[in-house]
C-alpha cells in the first residue's frame, strides 16, 4: 500500500503517492505515470526477489531516477 513515511523509494508522480518499494510502486501505477525515486535504493528496495516485474503487458511508464541510483552488491543483479 501506499504511505506517508519517510522510508519511501518511490512516488507516483500522478497521485502523489509514496511506496516503500520500488515494485509496490509500479504495481499501482497506470499506463502513462512516472514513477520517481525518493532516494537511492538497494536490490533490497526494488521487491522480492530483487527484480522488477512489470505484470500489465500493455503498460508503459517513465521511471525517473531523480539523481538517484539502484545499486547491487556482489552477487546481487538488478533485473528490469
Given at each position: 500500500g501506499?504511505?506517508?513515511s519517510s522510508n519511501a523509494v518511490a512516488q507516483i508522480e500522478r497521485t502523489g503517492t509514496s511506496?516503500?518499494?520500488l515494485q509496490a510502486a509500479i504495481?499501482?501505477?497506470q499506463t502513462g505515470d512516472t514513477i520517481a525515486l525518493q532516494?537511492?535504493?538497494s536490490a533490497n528496495e526494488i521487491g522480492s526477489n530483487k527484480q522488477l516485474?512489470?505484470?500489465k503487458a500493455s503498460m508503459s511508464l517513465t521511471?525517473?531516477?531523480n539523481n538517484n541510483?539502484?545499486?547491487a552488491e556482489a552477487g546481487e543483479a538488478i533485473s528490469i
Open positions: 501506499g504511505s506517508g511506496y516503500d518499494t504495481d499501482n501505477a532516494k537511492s535504493i516485474q512489470f505484470n521511471l525517473d531516477l541510483v539502484m545499486t
